[in-house]
């Protein structure tokens, strides 16, 4: 048995030295630590740990290298009663652990209760050849002089995918790397990227999850990762070279790739929960190190589980340690694996320090002044499932926000609900009403769809729900759709309908990419990705929600137009504002930094948006550009933008508003004519544009000389 000498009691978790490896475990309640090392055939040593320093038991262990698997044994109270579930026989994951070899074989020793019983009845079956390991990591990685792109925010363009989904099924990936880190940093992976013009990957979570019981026993896997069990380790199954620890040089790989290519690497980190549910889930790590400190109890029956995420357990931001934790597991994200910000899952929970979600919690003041943390990119899921949990709006100013209102008001507008004018000319304009006190426009997170609902495809092409593969009687997953799919339910081959869907996509493309804010693109809607009518796909680890890159006539057609959308917001600084429109005129201009027009051109009166719903409007966005001589001369230079939306079903003309520069305004692209090439076509003031039913057509200004001058 090798020796264990004191160590220190900081860093937590496994420090490897040249001499050997320091361990730490924060316990305020244990009465005694074992560290278990395991040997490749499973065999066990315990060392008791001794020193304990400010409820942190550690040692020292020399000679052990890199990849050696451990775990704890926690001894203390088993009083359920009382928030204590200690138990010995339990080997536990070590919370600070830099990667995780191996998943879950769901065995009744996992428990801390005997099946049929309640959770009072302990559970003494050794755990150990049930449960994955802990693995001790070399910190070795040369970086080779990387450096993180910083793109601004309001720059940003971000692509929300899933590490496997994004390549399991591309064939310009090598097999062996296809749905792991390094297919992500494959060539052709980057290519698309880049071919997009993407400047963030948002990645669904990669912390280290659990393939939960129920879905193992039907046959399925946690596809989205919502069931965290290791805040500092990459997520095992997507290493395509090993759980030795390999897995943690690999994703660093991936992301010194896309930074060279310039592009952002963003976590969808899940802090608000664990994978170890309530008093009924499975006894991984937490639970068993020290319950009372980690999660959230009932108030007088610490038994129970305070759930404010739906998924039985909530961390307990309240205790030091705990909020400990996650500030070392943003801060080794960022410093040692290079990361350039992070998507908080259901971030409410996050900010509760009593029940009632606290804008100035514990949480925000450290976030705030962090010297790290502070300087990288914040997103906010800002609500979660308990009483007062919506807080869209609400977050402090450092932070940018999904915007929920967004995505709502965008769907219903063009599905044609009757919704507040005001409404969407908020959204479309960066909802100044949400974020306008202390904040700027690029705090709203703009989205039609993400991972959570129907692909975009599936938007338009379906009214009800088809989730029955998730072995839940279809009673998962948004119950209605804010959409509409031309009255046909599904696949069809009525061209007409078809057209249609196609045109409603390209629209909610457009105005997502029109928005002010920031755009936030659901991987795969480029290629009309389709989940068959799931809009809860987080079990379907298979084609289901994986990207299909066949390549169609459809897919290519809708990927050319995507990019011409996403190259006109990186050539047109008017749509990327970083401040608020004001509705007034600017630089001594006659004209406003924004109009709203009625389809005769004339700007809408107080007496329009008292009318409310609109299905016709315009919007003119003065580029407010320094004017300079076209190529040939004979026009100005100018970023001002028409934009004309119709969610109505029948044809209609918009007329060109009077235009105090005498310019000329050029086409750019056209909704319902997706192969017309910019310039096609020209207007004058005065002059009727054809706008087809739900279409959105955007011009551009190009000023005469003459009317530079003015």
Not at 502 to 518: D, H
Request: hydrophobic share 35%.
């Amino acid at each position: 048995m090798p020796p264990v000498w004191p160590g220190r009691s900081y860093p937590l978790g496994a420090t490897l030295t040249a001499e050997g490896c320091n361990f730490s475990l924060f316990s305020q309640n244990a009465d005694g630590v074992e560290l278990c090392l395991f040997d490749e055939d499973g065999s066990e040593t315990r060392l008791r740990l001794e020193e304990v320093t400010a409820h942190r038991f550690h040692g020292f262990v020399p000679g052990l290298r890199a990849g050696q698997r451990y775990g704890f044994r926690v001894h203390g109270p088993f009083e359920p009663g009382n928030g204590h579930r200690f138990n010995a026989h339990k080997v536990l994951l070590d919370p600070y652990a830099r990667a995780i070899d191996g998943q879950v074989k769901w065995n009744e020793a996992v428990y801390g209760y005997h099946f049929g019983h309640d959770d009072l009845d302990r559970n003494d079956a050794d755990s150990a050849p049930y449960v994955p390991k802990s693995v001790v990591v070399a910190d070795d990685f040369d970086w080779q002089g990387d450096v993180p792109p910083r793109t601004p925010l309001h720059e940003s363009m971000i692509y929300e995918v899933h590490v496997k989904g994004f390549t399991a099924r591309h064939l310009g990936v090598p097999e062996a790397l296809r749905g792991t880190y390094a297919g992500l940093a494959t060539d052709p992976a980057i290519e698309h990227l880049l071919l997009l013009g993407v400047t963030a990957v948002e990645l669904l979570p990669v912390h280290h999850f659990v393939d939960d019981h129920i879905l193992v026993d039907r046959g399925l896997h946690n596809y989205w990762g919502y069931n965290s069990i290791g805040y500092f380790a990459p997520h095992s199954a997507y290493s395509a070279s090993g759980e030795d620890g390999q897995q943690v040089s690999e994703f660093k790989d991936m992301v010194k790739r896309l930074h060279a290519a310039g592009i952002e690497v963003i976590l969808d980190v899940v802090y608000n929960h664990t994978a170890e549910g309530n008093q009924m889930g499975p006894t991984l790590s937490f639970r068993g190190i020290d319950n009372a400190s980690y999660y959230r109890l009932v108030d007088g029956d610490a038994r129970y589980y305070m759930d404010y995420t739906g998924t039985g357990n909530s961390l307990n931001m309240r205790h030091p340690s705990a909020l400990q934790l996650i500030m070392d597991s943003l801060r080794y994200w960022v410093t040692e694996m290079h990361v350039d910000g992070f998507r908080f899952d259901l971030a409410a929970t996050l900010a509760r320090e009593l029940h009632d979600v606290d804008r100035l919690s514990a949480f925000f003041d450290i976030i705030q002044q962090d010297p790290i943390i502070s300087r990288v990119k914040l997103i906010a899921e800002p609500w979660d499932v308990g009483e007062g949990g919506y807080q869209v709006g609400n977050f402090p100013p450092l932070w940018s926000e999904w915007n929920g209102k967004y995505r709502d008001t965008m769907r219903d507008y063009w599905r044609g609900q009757e919704a507040g004018l005001s409404e969407f000319a908020y959204r479309l304009t960066g909802s100044s009403d949400l974020y306008g006190d202390d904040r700027k426009p690029y705090a709203s997170i703009n989205f039609i769809t993400a991972h959570d609902g129907f692909t975009l495809h599936d938007l338009v092409s379906y009214n009800e729900k088809h989730n029955e593969a998730n072995g839940e009687d279809n009673q998962d997953g948004e119950s209605h759709n804010r959409s509409w799919n031309c009255g046909v339910e599904g696949p069809t081959d009525d061209p007409e309908v078809v057209e249609l869907r196609r045109r409603q996509v390209r629209n909610m493309l457009a105005t997502l990419f029109l928005s002010q804010g920031v755009p936030m693109l659901l991987g795969g809607d480029e290629l009309m990705r389709t989940q068959g009518g799931n809009n809860n796909a987080y079990c379907q680890d298979n084609e289901t929600s994986w990207y299909d890159w066949q390549g169609n006539t459809d897919q290519l057609r809708l990927l050319g137009f995507t990019r011409r959308l996403m190259d006109l917001r990186r050539a047109h600084p008017v749509l990327r504002r970083r401040r608020w429109f004001q509705g007034r005129s600017v630089r001594g201009s006659d004209e406003k930094d924004i109009v709203w027009l009625r389809p005769d051109g004339s700007e809408m009166t107080e007496d329009d948006w008292d009318n409310g719903f609109a299905k016709i409007l315009g919007v003119f966005l003065n580029g407010d550009a320094i004017p300079s001589r076209g190529p040939r001369g004979e026009h100005i230079v100018d970023d001002s933008m028409l934009l004309l939306f119709s969610a109505d079903h029948d044809d209609a003309d918009f007329a060109i508003p009077a235009d105090p520069c005498a310019g000329r305004w050029d086409v750019l692209f056209d909704t319902a004519r997706p192969d017309e090439l910019e310039g096609d076509r020209s207007y004058k003031a005065g002059d009727p544009v054809p706008l087809g039913g739900r279409s959105v057509i955007v011009l551009a200004r190009r000023r005469s000389p003459e009317g530079a001058a003015k």
